[in-house]
């Protein structure tokens, strides 16, 4: 008897998680940008956001919770009610905080569910004018004749753009020196201004100074090349085998999300980012959409984490 009301307790649980799946969402859902407007995962979310709106039929409403390097977002979503209704838009800053950060209160992999990738930013390595350099190679050689003395900015320690240029030195054998700014705005400018001799820098950014002529793009830091500059060659090609750096943004909701909706929130963002509008939207920015799912998703974020550890340890960089 006992076994048989065991039985039928089980089996009106599952009952009512289907239901629930089904019914989902019946409310607006909150998806946490966790860095401020404007930015990439502002911007992406905004996109992601309003696909979900239109596949879903409820309002997403996008808010910015930010602070120490995403992670405060991140945080709040991991311990949110497990219900669909509090997601986040996050990616490889919280792959490399894992490394960074001696103490978070969240757990990336333990804490939060990988839903669904959304899409990848390439960046480009790009130099003075003044510099003697015009390939990936030249560089090279120029850093090996001057150790120490080629600088390079980033955004601030532990950033993407930072880390890609370390593992630039890692696999290249080389020596330059990190110069950490508080934004890309003061990269840029003083990148232009000759005070920094080279950067890795996105798209959206870098593509003016480019074609105006006042920086030069020497690769790709991602595996394929980019239509919006389709001559210049990846890392890879360009003889640093290895050298594969892109910026990734996905949806993350807490541990426990029921599998019905993980696979809805999946299917339905995975249709809404490969509609024409938004590949032509993300083309724009120097971004792919990338499908994934939520296993394949899972374990590119566990293999992620993994790859940045070893970048992270190599440059010394820690974050309180």
Known sequence: MCSSRLILLVALLVGATSAIAQDYPSKPIRLIAPFA?????????????????????QPVVVENRTGAGGNIGAEQVAKAVPDGYTLLMGGVPHAIAVSLYPKLGYDLTRDLTAIAEVAS????????????????????????????QLNFGSAGNGSPNHLALELF???????????????????VADLLAGQLQLASMGFPI?????????????????????????????????G???????????VFGPTGLPRDIITKLNTETSRGINAPDLRERLGALGAEP???????????????????????????????
């Open 37 to 57: 407007p404007g930015g990439a995962t502002d911007v992406l979310a905004r996109i992601a956001g309003q696909k979900l709106n239109e596949r879903l039929g």
């Open 121 to 148: 930013f390439p960046s480009m390595i790009v130099l003075h004018p003044s510099l003697p350099a015009r390939n990936v190679k030249a560089l090279i050689a120029l850093a090996k004749a001057r150790p120490g």
């Open 169 to 187: 030195k890692t696999l290249a054998g080389v020596n330059m020196t990190h110069i950490p700014y508080r934004g890309a705005g003061q990269v």
């Open 206 to 238: 870098a593509m003016p100074h480019v074609k105006a002529g006042k920086l030069r793009a020497i690769a790709v830091t991602g595996t394929a090349r980019s239509p919006l500059l389709p001559t210049l060659p990846t890392g890879i090609e360009a």
């Open 240 to 250: 640093l085998p290895g050298f594969d750096v892109n910026s990734w943004y996905g």
């Open 290 to 320: 990338s499908a994934k799912s939520p296993e394949a998703f899972t374990l590119y974020v566990r293999d992620e984490i993994a790859k940045w550890a070893k970048v992270v340890k190599a440059s010394g960089a820690k974050l309180d």
